[in-house]
């Protein structure tokens, strides 16, 4: 128990799991309840070492009626309560973000502007053109609620491709630990599917620039630009990802940066200067200043910028790392947006919206943790 107790992988997956769930707790749970939040973290904290340490567990994750199975339970949970959720704007309340992504779908495949339309709570849209695309079949089909279950068991199922069918059902369970990926499933927000896109642009992006071809260099490059188009605050991974290959050759660093940042630009070009003072993916940068205040506000630029050129320059050339630097980064940028958002709402837990911005972290280091696995998942394969 002492030598579990040392493992930092059970300590890192109730900070990334269940502390961002804070809000969700704290705005669901009878107050009377909250006294025994701490106690449910200590729970979910012997769970994992459990989970992450008994030969059981994982003969039992090698089950692919398991694997399959839970991707079956959430699309079903979502599929039910997401018509539920979204039904919350007739009354002025719920999330906008899945209005703003199905919005922007309508409008862009009726030839309008996708920025100059408005969700119920009179928000513009503020994700990129691509990210727009990409979600064109979950939005025109109403099928919507299947947008985050379908990206969760794609990356599954590339886990299962690339490490092994135990880890990638591993990798839903851990997911589905978190109360954060439920209230985000379930509501329509895109965080968790940003953040397996992410994952997913670090892994391919590592197989495509280090020993793949030209073809899959430049489809990796075209995703890549096209996820980070989700918010465009996350172009900076393109420019992460070129540092990484700098370990790899100066001139591979700079393909992969020219390529995936010119499409990156390419993609949004005509949407901006279709209409610049309505193209809220860059404007919403000057709605957000001031939110930490002055003091704040250099402590967050220095330390990003600090952060982000220190993991581009120094990231081995090795996939792990790489998931782990990008992870890093995440966490250093959205920290601070997730920290100004709760000054802003007077530190009140149960109105911290900015608690979703680690949403887009909880794919990653979950595959982080579970990627370098224990001795006894090793032995029991």
């Known amino acids: ?89 007739l009354e002025g309340r719920g999330s906008p973000q899945d209005d703003a992504l199905i919005l922007g779908g309508e409008r ?8 100059e339309g408005e969700t119920f709570l009179n928000e513009w849209v503020s994700a990129g053109p691509a990210w727009v695309a990409i979600a064109l079949p979950f939005t025109l089909t109403k099928l919507f609620a299947l947008f985050t279950p379908f990206w969760i068991a794609l990356t599954a199922f590339v886990i299962s491709r690339i490490r092994s069918l135990e ?10 630990s978190s109360p954060l990926v439920w209230e985000l499933s379930v509501t329509g927000s895109d965080m968790l599917a940003m953040g397996c896109a992410f994952l997913l642009l670090v892994l391919w992006s590592y197989r495509a620039w280090t020993s793949g071809g030209a073809v899959a260099k430049f489809f990796s490059a075209l995703f890549s630009a096209g996820a980070t188009t989700s918010r465009i605050v996350f172009g900076y991974l393109l420019a992460l990802v070129a540092g990484f290959l700098l370990r790899k050759n100066i001139k591979t660093g700079f393909a992969y940066g020219f390529a995936a940042i010119g499409l990156f630009i390419l993609i949004q070009l005509p949407f901006y200067l279709w209409n610049p003072e309505r ?27 600090i952060s982000l050129i220190y993991l581009a320059l ?6 792990h790392a790489w998931i782990q630097g990008a992870l890093l980064s995440l966490l250093v940028t959205m920290f601070w947006s997730a920290l100004g958002d709760l000054k802003a709402r007077e530190f009140l837990l149960s109105a911290w919206e900015g608690a979703n911005y680690f949403g887009p972290l909880i794919p990653i280091a979950v595959f982080l943790i579970i990627d370098r696995i224990t001795p006894r998942f090793a032995e029991a394969r």
Not at 17 to 29: E, G, T
Not at 167 to 175: D, G, N, R, S, V
Not at 279 to 305: D, H, M, Q, S
């Open 167 to 176: 880890l990638a059902t591993l990798f839903l369970i851990l997911c589905f």
């Open 314 to 319: 120094k990231t081995k050339l090795d996939e």
């Open 279 to 305: 193209y809220f993916p860059l404007t919403r940068f000057f709605w957000a200043k001031g939110l930490l205040g002055p003091t704040l506000e250099i402590a967050a630029t220095v330390t990003t910028a």
């Open 1 to 89: 128990m002492k030598q579990a107790l040392l493992d930092w992988r059970p300590w890192l997956l109730v900070y990334a799991l269940q502390i961002p769930s804070l809000r969700a707790l704290v705005k669901y749970l009878p107050e009377s309840l909250h006294i025994f939040i701490p106690l449910y973290f200590i729970v979910a904290f012997f769970a994992y070492i459990q989970i992450l340490n008994s030969e059981k567990y994982a003969r039992l994750f090698r089950s692919r009626a398991l694997f399959i199975g839970l991707i079956v339970l959430h699309v079903a949970l979502n599929a039910t309560i997401y018509p539920r959720a979204d039904a919350l704007k």
């Open 108 to 115: 862009l495949v009726a030839g309008v502007n996708p920025y």
